[in-house]
Nanobody, 121 residues
């Protein structure tokens, strides 16, 4: 079992930055692929970024070049650095974990409770 707790959300102006954190408890964190997803009101949950256990990362086209995912296995934590934020980035952001690589939310086994990000224009 893996428990995930996100933090770092908030209100920011367009063009600003936020860093989200996701702290994991449980064993074998380094063996999990970690993903960030987001869900805006009235929309489906969508993939944002993922980092595999080997350290490779993958991004949605909408955030490529603006967001950076990283992990610190010693701290059992994954981060999402979000720069040049846009109003359309407004959503609840969730981190998730699974074994093996995937960008599909239905493939992830463990989820955090989410953290809200609001970008004002």
């Amino acid at each position: 079992q893996v428990q995930l707790v996100e933090s770092g959300g908030g209100l920011v102006q367009a063009g600003g930055s936020l860093r989200l954190s996701c702290a994991a408890s449980g064993r074998a964190f380094s063996s999990y692929a970690m993903g960030w997803f987001r869900q805006a009101p009235g929309k489906e949950r969508e993939f944002v970024a993922a980092i595999w256990s080997a350290g490779n990362s993958y991004y949605a086209d909408s955030v490529k070049g603006r967001f950076t995912i990283s992990r610190d296995n010693a701290k059992n934590t994954v981060y999402l650095q979000m720069n040049s934020l846009k109003p359309e980035d407004t959503a609840d952001y969730y981190c998730a974990a699974r074994t093996g690589v995937s960008v599909r939310p239905e493939h992830y086994d463990y989820w955090g409770q989410g953290t809200q990000v609001t970008v004002s224009s």
